[in-house]
């Protein structure tokens, strides 16, 4: 790789392997990537950038403050969190405040905040990030956008200094998201001072402002939203333990939450502030709750927000509340959450609890409403706000935070998701990850063992990626670092208890039947259609394209072609079947090089972006009726050695060995693109079930069906005689037409 970074060999070889290096955390890689910026496109930019993660040597730096000052909004905001995922050394956070300041810069402050922003605040608020705070909430001339962020900085460990600026300008700016920023900030990292502070909050005059104060007093995990101007905004992404601090509130705290409640003009204040009185266990007309949530705007998630507070509070739920559930509805609980709820709303005990099915069926059962309706708040709870401010009842004791992932080989969500365990962790010392392949027979069993403790949805067994704690479980793009930490913050604070991800003898047994009763119930009909639609591989699409254009511009037979054609496919079919019957095992060390599958991915999504340059090209020179020049334009090395081919009658033999090996490649680093039938069917293998075979080979013709029907008609229309002469009479058309379908599949590569 170090070899290809070299100025002399050409760009698309070159600039693919700076990357694979850059992504390995290679100095080279850095070296080569900021020599050649100049050459980037802007899909190899952002690629790169949203490929990174903890580029911590020195070369680093010069090729991220060129990705800093991109005009593509996309790069930029990739390159600020690639710096931000680097712990321990606050030159790279550094780099990111400091360029955000430089006059004319074109980061912006929503570019910036994330989940990696909030991850290095809870590492530690060094000297020179509170410094850089400092000054820009002494700059009366800074952007609204930089204001929030430094309020920020500033939410978790505000100093003396730092809490006199943020009450000043929470008073003084003339933005009212600015003012929103700055009270939150204060309130969270002063809470003692919430009840000195409550009259100026609630005496605002943007209800974006007074929102603050009940937001402040609820005793639940809520969203919070920073407004960095009136066009962008983010979700609080401070979902960490050390973040929870539910203040009680004061008699007086109480009056002006009511006075909140009973007569400000915005819905959403009322709503909040009924919210927070309900969570601090004090008396509110649950009618008025429940009449209010159909008026406030959808961008404050009403029912969600209640939602939460229900799951976090089950235990204190009684049959009064049925109100308020049937108003939210069910659909948003887990089945073990629903179940416990429940059993606390339902009338009677024991035998003579009637089984309610639905809230409404709840509803309809009870005679009457209490009009006033409180949380029960536990003796041990308020004793415990003599000797603890925040009032919050402490977690249960742990001594593990255990967490499953299920992957598969060469998944690049995966990838992403084990990146991001890493991430979380920091917050979560006590957690403990432990992996599985799911195409093992270890990692299916266990799959369908915690499945079916947790009462997964049939639908979402054997998926990956997954993850699971003892408290619930996210699957594919539902994990997001926000909703992984929530589930951690959940299950850290329940009671431990490790036997959902035991596989002893009994639930081995039962996941075995389950598996087998699936793999029965998996028809023909099945298998085809799940090998069809997971058939569908941008990378090789634009590979066999690419092959077939290369060979049509080498002037090589249509025999040739054909042959070319059949051994990449035939590449692809021979990789899935064996990783199904034998090589499952070895891929599991995929993992470790997924450096490679993103260089790989760039070259492919490069070969692509390259077609698309030269058909447009190609597309430019028909509009101008130079007919004769239409050929696909290769790179000059690319040229010398076609002609070289075509001097010496080199055969097609090595043609075909290139394609041949290329599918194999490319299908180990996109084994991910199975589905849920393939484990089902590894696994029958794996118990010696020869019909298995059979599936698996009907799986892998279907999955390769995408792919030689995209073959036979790029073949076919490249010698037949009808649709040549038609490509000559339409020649521009045909050509942006192909750009198209090249851009198109570069864009899926580089997603």
Known sequence: LVALTKPEVDGELRIPAAAALARGNYTAGFTALTRDYASLDTAHRAGIAEALYEPSVPSALPFLKL???????????????????????????????DELIRPEALLKPHEVYGYRFESQLRNSVGTR????????????????????LATIIFRKQANATAAKKLEVL????ESHWVRRAAWYALGKSRPREISRLAEKIAGD????????????LLRSKDLWVYHFDDLHEDGDHSWSSDEISYPRISDADEAILRKLAASDPAPQVRFTSLLALLSQGRSINLEELVAIIPVVPKEFHAKYRIKNWVTENIQKLTPDFQPLLTAIGTDDFSTSDLEKIKKRIATGTGSQARAIMTFSELAASLSGKSEQVAVPVDD???????????????????????????????CQECARVREMLDTVRRDFPLLQVEEYNLLDPKGTLLNQAICSRLEVPAIRHTLAPSVFTQEGWLALDEITPKSLSELLEKTRKAAQDDHW??????????????????????????????????????????????????????????REMLMTGAAFIAGVFIAYFAAGVVLYQILDQLHKFAWLQRGMNIVFGGLALLAAGLSLLDAWRAKQGRLEDMTLQLPAFIKDRIRTSIRTGARATKFVVAAFVTGIVIS???LACTGQVYAPIVYQIQQGRVDAIGMLTLYNL?????????????????????????????????????????LLLAVMIFR
């Open 170 to 173: 929470a008073g003084a700016s």
């Open 67 to 97: 990705l800093l000052t991109d005009q593509v909004d996309e790069v930029r905001k990739g390159a600020a969190s690639a710096a931000l995922s680097v712990d321990d050394n606050p030159r790279f956070t550094m780099l990111v405040l």
């Open 668 to 670: 180990f680093l996109e």
């Open 501 to 558: 991800k035991v596989l002893d003898d009994v639930a081995r047994d039962e996941a075995e039947k389950t598996v087998e009763h699936r793999y029965e119930g998996i028809t023909l009909g099945v298998v085809l259609l799940a090998g069809l639609i997971d058939g569908i591989n941008p990378c090789a699409f634009a590979t066999i394209i690419f092959f077939l254009s290369y060979l049509q511009v080498a002037r090589r037979t249509s």
């Open 702 to 742: 279907a999955f390769i069906a995408p792919l030689v029907a995209l073959f036979l008609a790029t073949w076919f229309g490249m010698k037949s005689e009808v649709l040549i002469n038609f490509q000559r009479k339409h020649t521009f058309a045909v050509k942006i037409a192909l750009a198209a379908l090249f």
């Open 380 to 410: 041990d709870d308020a004793d415990k706000v003599a000797s603890d401010a925040s009032g919050e009842k402490a977690a249960p004791t742990r001594t593990s935070l255990p967490l499953v992932f299920f992957y598969k080989p060469g």
């Open 129 to 148: 990030v509170s410094k850089w705070a400092e000054a820009v909430l002494d700059d009366s001339e800074a952007p609204t956008g930089r204001m929030v």
């Open 205 to 216: 005059t943007s209800p974006f402002v007074r929102e603050v104060l009940p937001a402040l």
